[in-house]
């Protein structure tokens, strides 16, 4: 089982989740040198940016690197937002802020990005909320990545699998981060081992709760081919996240699926905007946009210390993340892993 990312010249069975807010180059060469495949979140990347992430990761680290892009669907027209200004009013009033100009707008993936992909040959290509259409993911395959959708649902395992992806991530309910559900109308929140129970014509990558090698070696004792870990690289010292966030991981807090963050459920730690709006609101704009009236509320509590108005994505295993280097997390898995296999 193993074999499936040995064969792209990973030394250990893991994937560091592309976590945007999260991850970057520095996060990607350690969970490298450790012996995963590094990962890097481009939704929020020019050509450009991504041109330069991918040269820092390979003068810093040898070995495969995983490059993450979402196919969502950008609403045309815009969608009005007053309604969720007019909710968020008080809280500007209270923080002394104003909306602002709106942040920029996370890409689906494109001819451009898609250019920045065959220039970059990446190992690995991973796509979130479906796929591209064909004559991109053509074009994805032709640069000799590897190709991975993510799957929420059975249905959706399926379908990346009759589509001919080289591998499914199995994203469970336990999962940190904006859920990847793209058929139906509504997330519908799916355990990992039920997703695990699921059989497929491709192997399976496991994401959701799994933080140390006990769990590793379950999951893949369960079917899965390999693990992708989020949470659980939190905490690592090249994590970007916000100060107010990371002195919350490791501590008895609790998740939840919101959209208030983005216009889209994902999943996080509750926070104030959480308890007090409620985790959804129709109010909310269709994601992307979601995020636009947040930007200056967020900005200005993470330099007061707060994390009253930021998306806290953390999967439900949060409160057993450990602090230290993204390499050295990645050596302690391995050796737990084969702990637990003896």
């Known amino acids: 089982m193993v074999g ?26 350690a969970a490298m040198r450790g012996g995963a495949v590094g990962s890097l979140p481009c939704a929020l990347l020019t050509p450009e940016q991504l041109a330069a992430q991918v040269a820092e990761v390979r003068a810093g680290a040898v070995g495969p690197l995983n ?17 969720w200004r ?20 996370r890409r689906p993936f ?18 979130h909320f479906g796929l591209p259409d064909d004559a991109l993911l053509a074009r994805v395959r032709a640069a000799g990545a590897l190709v991975l959708g993510n799957a929420t649902t ?10 001919g992806v080289d591998a499914v991530i199995a994203q469970g309910s336990e999962a940190g981060g904006h859920a990847g559900w793209f058929l139906g109308d509504a997330h519908a929140p799916v355990p990992l081992a039920e997703l695990l129970a699921e059989k497929i014509a491709v192997p399976v990558i496991a994401a959701g709760g799994i933080t140390d090698g006990a769990d590793i070696a379950r999951t893949l004792a369960a079917g899965a081919s390999a693990v992708q870990l989020g949470t659980a690289f939190l905490a690592a010292d ?12 490791g501590t008895g807090v609790t998740t939840q699926f919101t959209n208030l963050f983005s216009g ?12 007090e ?16 009236a947040l930007a200056l509320l967020r900005a200005h509590a993470e330099a007061d210390g707060r994390g009253d108005y930021s998306p806290l994505w953390a999967g439900t295993s949060v409160a057993r993340v450990r602090a230290m280097g993204a390499e050295a997390l990645v050596r302690r898995l391995v050796e737990e892993l084969r702990a637990a296999r003896r």
């Open 4 to 29: 499936f990312l040995e064969t792209i010249g990973a030394r250990a069975p893991i994937i560091q989740a592309p976590m945007a807010g999260a991850g970057g180059p520095g996060l990607a060469i």
């Open 110 to 127: 494109d001819d451009a990005l898609c250019a920045a992909v065959e220039a970059a040959r990446p190992e690995v290509v991973s796509f």
């Open 238 to 249: 090249e994590s970007s996240i916000s100060a107010p966030f990371r002195v919350l991981l």
């Open 154 to 163: 059975r249905a959706e395992m399926h379908w990346l699998a009759e589509r």
């Open 277 to 292: 709006l409620g985790p959804i609101r129709t109010e909310v704009p269709a994601f992307p946009y979601g995020s636009n």
């Open 86 to 105: 007019a909710l968020l009013a008080p809280y500007y009033a209270e923080e002394g802020v104003a909306p602002g100009t709106p942040p920029p707008l």
């Open 67 to 83: 490059l993450n892009f979402f196919c969502h669907h950008v609403p045309d027209p815009a969608p009005d937002e007053s309604a």
């Open 264 to 275: 889209r459920e994902a999943q996080g730690i509750r926070n104030r905007l959480m308890r």
